[in-house]
């Protein structure tokens, strides 16, 4: 019985290892779920043991890259370890962060920092959630001053002032994201003054509450929750000083309608600019059900944003990341729940190194390392060949990645818009048409159009007149004939 039970065993090991070989999966124009090629595989996975710590992280809350410079917040053990990320794909601890001189006297302690940040002037921002302050450090980690609670009529008292994420710009103004603020970003100046909010998500209502609620007495009003709007869970500063920002306050059904945007790129006015070109919204899995008791949606708890412009974006509900380019497009889902490498159980931050990922799973107190295969090196080439205007190499490899995946509906697309950029407009329509990329092959068409028009306008014209001055020749020799006969 004991053989029988471990040869079981052993066979679902081996299917469990199978199936974690290819966890990719794209949505095609029906959204529906599709496998594809692996687009990333995993490198290893550390715990605080492998990098030589005494130490098990503990409620670690956040990941922060910078160049070759990998930093964790181990929240629940009041430190931030700072990693140096090898060429080897290797990761070497630095230093522990755990205090930092104030006034060159004395040594503060944290009290559970769960985000860092590091400006262009190597200054550094530190979110002292359980201190109730934001402070800033310079490079060599002496004080220089705190954020604190606003004291300000729009600021909303009575509640403990918890940052939880910091972001900074190349001026030195901070963005800070705090528990119970949904008014979005409390804004600081260099100085460290409070200049108001940035960012305000919109408001999120049911319609049938909002219907009862103008119905209810005032009595029934005061005990009813007030309608307010949504917090931001996650932020994230890209290349070109956007600040993109995640959210988990929303309605099931507003994620297909373009109201929940539970990703946002925000300019410099806090108004949403993210561009949604795809055949569907970036919102994560199109369909969810019951699988493994989880029937939520996607909610992203991070993003990360490379330097080509595609972002990924980390879902906690099921475990996965979401990779889309800088027009919404869907490149590739992977991941998973699970305890297999590859597999979080509860992933809180995602952060990239060129285009190496690592994910924090809090609960496994782990950071798996992620490097792309040659799949999704095509992808990303593809993409970047075309940002460039380098339309023959692009083309090349987005056709290699059919190679690969036949079924990759973006590589069509790409090879359409590779060949409408050469001006190959009926090629770029037979493209576009057998992934009923319908906005494309419209706009191919009308160029197709035009091209057609002016190579055979000549053609055209004589057709014209030909129409025009013959029944007017056959009337004039009608109108002839019967004044003849009539003589």
Known sequence: MKKILLAFTCIFTLCTSLFAKNDTYIYDFWSEYEKSADAYRVVDVKYASDLGLDIDFKSASSLYCLENSVFVCDSGNNRIIELKYNDNKTLEVVRIIDHFNSNGQVDEQFNGPSDIFINTDRTI??????????????????????????????????????????????????????????????KYEYDGTFSGFYGASEVVYNALDMLWKKLATRAQREQMENFVPTEYSNCYLDREGFVYATTKSFEEWDLLSDKAKPIRRLNALGSD?????????PVGDLQWGNAGGIKDPSKFV?????????????????????????????????????????????????????????VLDTVNG??????PTKFGSLIYGATEDFAVGDYNASADKWQQVLD????????????????????????????????KSHRNYSKAFKYYRKEWIEKNIGI???????????????????????????L
């Open 404 to 435: 690969i995946n036949s079924n990759y509906d973006l590589a069509f697309i790409g090879l359409g818009k590779a060949a409408l950029r050469q001006e190959k407009y009926k090629e770029a329509m037979n493209y576009f048409e057998v992934k």
């Open 366 to 371: 782990s950071i798996t390392i992620f490097t």
């Open 302 to 358: 991070d993003i990360t944003v490379l330097e080509n412009d595609v972002y990924l974006a980390l879902d906690e509900t099921h475990g996965r990341v979401f990779a889309y380019n800088n027009q919404g497009e869907l490149l590739f889902v992977f991941g998973g729940r699970g305890n297999i490498d590859g597999y979080f159980r509860q992933p809180v931050s995602i952060e990239h190194i060129g285009k190496d990922l690592f």
């Open 125 to 186: 921002f530190i979110a002292d959630t359980n201190n109730g302050r934001v402070v800033k450090l310079d490079n060599d980690l002496n004080y220089i001053f705190s954020l604190v609670e606003p004291d300000d009529p729009t600021y909303e008292k009575g509640k403990n002032f918890l940052p939880t994420k910091v972001i900074a710009d190349s001026k030195g103004r901070a963005y800070v994201l705090a528990k119970n603020v949904n008014k979005g970003f409390i």
């Open 460 to 486: 055209i014209c004589l057709i014209l007149v030909v129409l025009i001055v013959i029944p007017f020749i056959v009337k004039q020799i009608k109108k002839f004939l019967k004044e003849l006969n009539s």
């Open 273 to 281: 600019i993210l561009i949604k070109n795809g055949e569907y919204l």
